[in-house]
């Protein structure tokens, strides 16, 4: 399903929001990234409050995290990447270690992080998931994390 431009669900005037993203799979990081982008923007977000920053794969995103809100002074941040499973099982070692890492840097800073971390079978189903005809979740993890903005800290 697209995601259409409606009024704010939330309104992020004023907030800065670092995206950090894992460029592991160029394709579906760029239509994670402009979910994101899209998402914010609908919570009246500018586009000079959306600090964006790459990192070569998903077990690189908590420190990535870490180091945006430290440096950035950002009210959130939201982390995008894909995992996809193969033959060993590298993939659950990078997607629960992402996982476990991003959670961590939440509750250590208490800054909200947006999980959009794809951890799938196929490629094709982490395509599905970042198409933006098909319910992109880099916009939904944006979302997650404007939503985490609303609680008083």
Same mark, same amino acid.
């Given at each position: ?9 939330? !309104? ?5 929001? *670092? ?8 394709? +579906?990081?760029?239509? +994670? ?8 923007r609908? %919570?009246?977000?500018? !586009?000079?409050? /959306? ?36 033959q ?9 270690? %992402? ?9 250590e800073?208490?800054?909200? /992080? ?12 982490? &395509? &599905? ?9 880099g916009?939904?993890?944006?979302? *997650?994390? *404007?939503?985490?903005?609303? /609680?008083? *800290?």
């Open positions: 399903m697209k995601q259409t431009a409606a009024a704010p669900r939330f !309104d992020l005037s004023g907030k800065r929001v *670092a995206v950090v993203c894992a460029q592991f799979y160029p394709q +579906l990081a760029e239509m +994670l990234m402009q979910g994101a982008r899209d998402a914010l609908e %919570c009246s977000v500018t !586009d000079s409050d /959306i600090l964006a920053f790459d990192v070569p794969g998903c077990f690189e995103l908590p420190l990535a995290a870490a180091r945006a809100i430290s440096s950035t002074h950002c009210n959130a941040v939201v982390a995008l990447g894909a995992v996809v499973r193969g060993t099982p590298h993939f659950d070692y990078v997607a629960g270690e %992402c996982a476990r890492g991003l959670m961590s840097v939440q509750l800073t208490r800054c909200p /992080i947006g999980f959009g971390v794809l951890t799938t079978d196929t490629y094709d189903q982490a &395509e &599905e998931r970042a198409d933006p005809h098909r319910g992109n979740k916009h939904a993890a944006a979302m *997650a994390a *404007a939503s985490l903005l609303q /609680i008083p *800290a």
